[in-house]
C-alpha cells in the first residue's frame, strides 16, 4: 500500500488526512483547520506542518493549492494572500514539514482523484471538472489524460469574472436562492459549452454535495453529474498527485 497524506488548501479551510493511493480511501479522519487570516504562505505552512504532525507524518504529501501552480512554483492567487504569487512553495512546505512535497492545482488535483476514483471514471472524450467553493476551479482531461492548470474559472460572463458570479461563495454572499443562483452557473456552463464541447462535466467543490438543488435547472445539453467524493476529491487528489504528477515543466 503506497500512503500520501493528502492537503487541501482552501480559501477557508486548509484540510488533510492520509490517503490510500491505491483505493482512494482516505486511512483516517481528515483534519480541517481554519485558513489563517491573512492566507500568508508562512501562516499556511504552520498549518500543514500542524496536519502533518498530527498523523505524525514523515513520509510524501501531496498539496492542492487554489492557484496556478508549475514546477512547485505557485504562480497566481486569487483567494489566497498575495505572497503566493511567484513562491517556491514545495521548498517552503518541504521546509515546514521535513517531508518530500509535491503541490498541484487544486481543481486539477480534484478532477484527478474523479477520473481515477469517482464520476469520471473510465470515461473517455472530453471530461471536465469544475468545483464550485470559494472559487470556480477547473480541470480538463482528454481520454483520462490531464491538461493541467486550465483557470476557466475566470471566463468573463456578462462583463464580469465568472466565479465573482457564480461561485458557491457569490451565493452565500449575495444570498441567493438555489435556483437564482442556478441560473448564473447556467450562464457560466453556457459560455464553457460554446467553447469546449466537453463530453462530461463533473461538479465538486462545497456546493456538489447540494447538486440536486440546482442541477435540475440547468439548461445544458452536456451531461453534467456530481463529484461522486464529494469534498475528499481535493485530498485525495492532492495525494495521487503527490505521487504522479510530480513532473517538471520547462521552465
Ligand atoms: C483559481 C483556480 C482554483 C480555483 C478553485 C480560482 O480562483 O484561479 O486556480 O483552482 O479558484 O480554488
Known amino acids: ?59 510524501r504529501i501531496g498539496c492542492g493549492y487554489p492557484g496556478v501552480v508549475k514546477n512547485g512554483v505557485t504562480l497566481t492567487a486569487a483567494n489566497v494572500d498575495e505572497g503566493w504569487i511567484n513562491l517556491d512553495a514545495k521548498t517552503l512546505i518541504e521546509h515546514a514539514t521535513q517531508c518530500k512535497t509535491s503541490i498541484v492545482n487544486d481543481a486539477d488535483a480534484a478532477g484527478l ?34 491538461v493541467p492548470n486550465t483557470e476557466l474559472g475566470h471566463l468573463e460572463v456578462r462583463g464580469k469574472d465568472a466565479e465573482l458570479r457564480a461561485s458557491d461563495r457569490a451565493r452565500v454572499k449575495k ?36 447538486h440536486e438543488k440546482f442541477i435540475p435547472f440547468l439548461s445544458i445539453r452536456t451531461p453534467i453529474v456530481p463529484a461522486q467524493m464529494f469534498n475528499d476529491a481535493g485530498i485525495v487528489g492532492a495525494a495521487l498527485a503527490g505521487m504522479e504528477l510530480a513532473v517538471d515543466y520547462p521552465k
Open 1 to 59: 500500500m503506497t500512503q500520501v497524506l493528502g492537503i487541501d488548501i482552501g480559501g477557508s479551510g486548509i484540510k488533510g488526512a492520509p490517503v490510500d493511493i491505491e483505493t482512494g480511501q482516505l486511512l483516517a479522519e481528515r483534519l480541517r483547520l481554519i485558513t489563517p487570516d491573512p492566507s500568508t504562505p508562512k501562516a499556511c505552512a504552520d498549518c500543514i506542518a500542524e496536519i502533518a504532525k498530527h498523523f505524525h507524518w514523515d513520509a
Open 113 to 146: 482523484a474523479e477520473i481515477r476514483f469517482g464520476a469520471g471514471r473510465e470515461v473517455k472524450g472530453l471530461v471536465m471538472m469544475i468545483t464550485l467553493g470559494t472559487g470556480i476551479g477547473t480541470a480538463l482531461f482528454v481520454d483520462g489524460k490531464l
Open 175 to 210: 444570498d441567493l436562492s438555489w435556483k437564482d443562483w442556478a441560473k448564473r452557473l447556467d450562464e457560466y456552463l453556457v459560455v464553457v459549452e460554446r467553447l469546449f464541447w466537453p463530453d462530461l462535466i463533473i461538479v465538486g467543490g462545497g456546493a456538489s454535495k447540494n
